[in-house]
């Protein structure tokens, strides 16, 4: 059951507000703090899901690093070092939280394969402290770009309401 077609001058158009607005699109009353709790579960999800889940990931791979022959050793450090890399870049529109990856893991991958003695290893570590300060660098950069366009798409949206109104009156 389709609805009857809309004059296009009462369409109206919404824009994000800091403020909780009290109909949905379809124009239902929201009970409210419904909208609130899809915010308190990711917030969760980055308090305690990424330290422990970020911790978890280092404290299994470092823990496989004796069982296993050079061959095996080496893919540890390098699944450490190309996870965090992916890590990185697909955190990349939650700056905080890519930063927290990174310092994390690498802490703890500078830290075990710096002091294992193995000179392959060592520069390893050494390597992935340049390739993380440069991504980081190229997040952040891009992180900025991404703000400025949610800034930027706010106005247009905000200046197309006024547009709107203005038309609006003029119409009346």
Avoid at 147 to 166: C, G, H, P, T, Y
Wanted: glycine share 6%.
């Amino acid at each position: 059951m389709s609805s009857p077609p809309r004059d296009p001058r009462s369409i109206h158009v919404e824009t994000p507000s800091a403020e909780p607005s009290e109909a949905n699109v379809h124009g239902a009353v929201e009970p409210p703090g419904r909208r609130r709790w899809p915010w308190v579960v990711l917030g969760l999800a980055l308090v305690v899901g990424l330290p422990l889940g970020i911790i978890g990931f280092s404290a299994w791979s470092l823990a496989l690093y004796p069982y296993g022959d050079a061959y095996a050793q080496g893919h540890i450090a390098f699944f450490m070092g190309i996870t965090v890399v992916g890590c990185i870049f697909s955190l990349m529109h939650m700056l905080s939280a890519a930063i927290k990856v990174t310092m994390t893991v690498n802490v703890a991958f500078i830290v075990f394969f710096g002091l294992s003695g193995n000179p392959v290893f060592m520069a390893n570590a050494a390597n992935l402290i340049f390739v993380s300060v440069a991504l980081l660098v190229i997040v952040s950069i891009n992180y900025n770009r991404f703000v400025s366009l949610i800034a930027s798409q706010r106005q247009l949206i905000r200046q197309q309401n006024e547009l709107v109104n203005k038309q609006k009156e003029t119409l009346e």
